[in-house]
């Protein structure tokens, strides 16, 4: 293998292209329009027809398309078989961007159709059809008739007004549309009681209802039912061989002018935001499509700041109703947006939530479009996460805003989590952590796992206690810089108090790990889960429990599975390898589950303690991290990379049954960067000091940071960092430091 360059060739469209296959139909604007549907009905038909998400509400059906013979028959179309030596091209096939289908007529005749989500809430269908072919295509939807309201003609379609609801029964109105790329040869609206499929011979129109050119209709005269719209183009004046040409689309807009903008290119967009990441290669197709995998997720789940609350560009925690930005993911896209250029999505995945605080200091659990009701809340690790943007991307002013509404929220924290100043941090339900159905919260309420949201807890939890120190720690470093010399004494006094807990109250010997505290007795629970790993995040765990803790690490026994880590140790009594609970498999279980949140921070915690000088941790980082990322992969096929909620602990199956893919709710991209290729970005400069048994080769870069542009070589003798131009080389196994310059 050659020696990686220090600007990689390859190029944003060529990343894009590698990501093929055919297994896989997820769409997106980078906005806050996502097709996702988990297990779609009527893939197998053109168009659209299964639900399209704006933000958190479902909306669908959403439409369909038809080639109609000018007798007002469909020409029959069926996927195109494809397969290895055909004649025919392969049936489906994604990238990021969009998805191809190709349909053949049966006697020869090949059609592609392109899907596309446009930025701007646009849902394409565009179609290449032979000259030959006579008739129209048609578009067609059928919208319930109860939450559908003005429907009216437009210039290229027809218009209408629709209310749907969330999980919640919050309701959003839009505004829809269903248009062509040209006036329509003829539009039609269509009042109908039945089913509603993208069937077109179930359609009214296949039966000649409705005057060609028609497109009014009251449907509050027709509840309940269906009203079904057409909107239709002529193929009259094709030239065979061109560029797709006719295109249908449905918009979707909320009915206050809030939203996305105007539509462009989803390719160019696309295009642009892979742009604007650095280029990880190591030789490892794990690894290297991964990394580039995870840029896709970051860009599926983009919320543009247009949104009512959302004002500022953030990332969604998954698709379907996780489609909103939700506090305890927030962190994990501060890490790893701020290897974008610019940084805004990093920002503003805090500032969001900064902006919206509640009036008692305290933040949201989730943002809506809508009214800021039934948000719940989450802790997270915010601090951490705060200091890891400024580092790549400062700025003054959103550096001082996060400072103010941290401060408040963490004066919130002391005041209603440990009024009694113990230094440590009360839950009072096992959902707010973002991990439930555990043994930990059943240690101190045998019916922890059935009270829901309701705050009847007293666990004084070890996660939420080392956030709440990583926090203060934050803050004392950013009122430094705001030369605060009062808030700073503060801070670091209540960081001191909190790690004083941690390290008295909170390490167990019998379990030799750090485990929660009954807040009602102060005597520890002695229960072994995988948060009892955070106080790593800390760099302050002497070498005697460090050591302890890695033990567990590699011991079967407990948390040294095949694929790292489980959620709850292996000897734990109501371990579950599947993620049963009480009899019954749960949709969200940390009772033995691998959740990627989870690896992540014990990862970061152990490339922390590496660079901290412990070679033992930085091993184990990397034999980590490379097994992590080979979970990631559907039967462990490097051409299929995933990203589910939890897996399975000795087979890395993913919890397919769910079919939430793409879910961000991990920092794996920002730990490939800092931890195989070894790039650490703060204000005095860069250093480069990969972990031990990484890849031999890897290339990172151009990573845009402070102004400055860098790329990283990581070779068997030696590494190499490029700072705008200049480059300077160090033994590998050493840190390379860079200070930058004046």
Known sequence: MNAPSSRPAASPRARIAALERDDKWFLGGLDGVVWAPPFPRWLHRPGFWDPVHLL???????????????????????????????????????????????????????????????????????????????????????QPADATDGVEPTTDGVGWTRTVSDRRGEELVLRMELAGSAPPAWRRVVPSEGRGTPEWGHSPFAEGVGAPGSANSDPGEHRPGWIWIAVALPLEGVDDGGPPTFRLTLRLRDNEARGPAPACGTASAWESFFGDFPRFESGDPYLDRYFDYRIYGLGLNRIEGRWGPVRHPAIAEG???????????????????RWRKGGREAWGSLLNFV?????????????????????????????????????????????????????????????????????????TNHFETGQEYMSRY??????????????????????????????????ASVAHRLERPGDEAEWHGLADRCWKAIDERMWSTTAGLFTDVDGRTGERTGVKAAVGFYPLLTSRVGEARLNALLDHLEDPRTFGTRFPLPSSSVDDPRFSAEGIWRGKRRNCPWNGRVWPMTTSHVIEGLLRCWRGGSARAGALAADMLHRFARMMFTDGDPSRPNCFEHYHPHTGRACHFRGIDDYQHSWILDLLARGFAGLHVDASGIEVRPLPNGPARVSLG??????RTVCVDVEPGQVTATVDGERLEGPRGEALRVPWAP
Request: with cysteine.
């Open 56 to 142: 958190q509400h479902e909306v669908g059906p959403a439409f369909s398309v038809a080639l109609v013979r000018p007798d007002g028959a469909e020409h029959p179309l069926r996927r195109s078989a494809g397969g290895p030596g055909g004649r025919e091209p392969t049936p489906r096939r994604w990238r990021p961007g969009w998805l191809v289908a190709t349909w053949s007529d049966g006697r020869g005749l090949i059609f592609e159709e392109r899907r596309q989500v446009l930025p701007g809430g646009v849902l394409e269908s565009s179609w290449h059809i032979p000259a030959e072919l006579e008739g129209h295509v048609v578009g067609f939807t059928a």
């Open 319 to 337: 698709p379907e109703y996780f489609h909103v930005p939700i506090a305890y993911s927030a962190q994990c896209h501060m890490m790893e947006m």
């Open 355 to 427: 902006d919206n605080r509640k009036p008692d200091g305290s933040f949201h659990g989730r943002l809506y479009p809508e009214r800021l009701e039934g948000t719940d809340f989450y802790h997270a690790n915010w601090g951490d996460a705060l200091l890891a943007v400024d580092d790549m991307h400062p700025d003054a002013a959103a550096r001082a805003r996060c400072y103010e509404g941290l401060s408040r929220y963490a004066r919130w924290l002391t005041a209603e989590r440990d009024p009694e100043a113990s230094g440590m941090f009360t839950v």
């Open 442 to 475: 059943m240690a101190v309420d045998g019916e922890a796992d059935v009270a829901g949201w309701r705050p009847r807890l007293r666990l004084k939890g070890i996660d939420v206690t080392v956030y709440a120190h990583q926090l203060f720690r934050a803050l």
């Open 702 to 707: 151009p990573v845009v940071a402070r102004g």
